[in-house]
């Protein structure tokens, strides 16, 4: 039924769009509905219906207006229907603006979760020492590690500047910089062959311990589907250090020998890649929940180990240098934010 043909009382709907039409405004998209005489301008993005009210008002030549939204509540009178409409919207707009402000600005989160780390190569070199005349053995174990557990824990504080809306029909994007510190652990443990072949397979397992800081540019997607979740993707770039704590190398042929004894601690660094993607949601003005799937690269790395120090037990050995490959993080990550 369209505006001209609606019943009205006092000349209120003459003026409107015809009743079941989707208008836009500031943004938003907005449908008009005439029901049991009262005009209705209802949101599609939020929960919110405004009133044109077709019932006598304290003028008959004014229309009673009325707005109703979580907390926020309005009634004005104005002499024009249209005008009346029109305000409406703005107050619909004020009102959504109250409800959920804008994120931009400084903000604080800490999050945890757990994945895994890929399978990740793993090399073991070193020299066993004899006895003169005989000559030393050069050792060369070359093998790989299977995918294990990794949980992950982190903090993170950033700047959210302020959305640009892409289209009139609510969506928006957005940008932050930011800068994370993550923890991660993992103990892959490696199955090496050994060149030369006699002495077998080494089996080598070393608790990692990472520590990362890197700076990322997050991008924002808001959709008119409802301004209180945000979509988010992220890359960043920064430096892991890995420390490994109680290594163990091992060989059956050897029972009750660690090759690493002397020194099972050590240390060593690389690039730090991630990727992360997910979905943010506002739970008051200041605080959101976040959940996300992210993927973080470490560069490989090398670690020497000490010796072999078993007098009597085992001939003595050089330093051992243990290369560990790229690692390959996939985690699921939850945590809450503070904005400022």
Known sequence: ?????????????????????????????????????????????????????????????????????????????IRNPLLALMTILSLASAASSADIPDSKGIYFGVFGGVGSLDEVSMDQVGTVITPHPFPDINVDGRGSADSVVAPIAGVQFGY????????????????????????????????????????????????????????????????????????????GAGYGAVFVGGSNSTNPSEPGINHFNSEPDASSGGLALQAKIGVRAKMSSNWSVFTEFRHIFIGSTDFTFGETDYPGQHLPTTKWNVDLGEQNYNLWVAGLSYHF
Not at 31 to 55: F, Q
Not at 189 to 217: H, K, M, R, W
Request: with cysteine; charged share 15%; hydrophobic share 40%.
């Open 160 to 235: 959210e500047f302020k959305k640009l809306d892409i289209s009139t029909s609510g969506w928006s994007i957005g940008m932050a910089a930011e800068v994370e510190g993550l923890y991660l652990t993992a103990e892959p443990e490696g199955v090496l062959d050994i060149d030369p072949y006699f002495l077998g397979t080494q089996y080598v397992s070393l608790p990692l311990n990472v520590g990362a800081i890197l700076v990322n540019a997050v991008f924002n997607i808001r959709t008119p589907f409802s301004e209180a979740v945000t979509l988010y993707g992220g890359v």
């Open 1 to 77: 039924m369209s505006a001209e043909s609606a019943p009205a009382k006092n000349g209120i709907a003459r003026n409107l769009p015809a009743a079941g039409n989707f208008i836009q405004w500031q943004g938003r998209k907005v449908k008009l509905v005439l029901e049991r005489g009262i005009w209705r301008a209802r949101s599609l993005t939020k929960h919110l219906t405004c009133d044109i009210v077709t019932r006598p008002s304290p003028s008959p030549h004014m229309t009673h207006t009325s707005l109703s939204s979580a907390g926020f509540q309005k009634q004005i009178f």
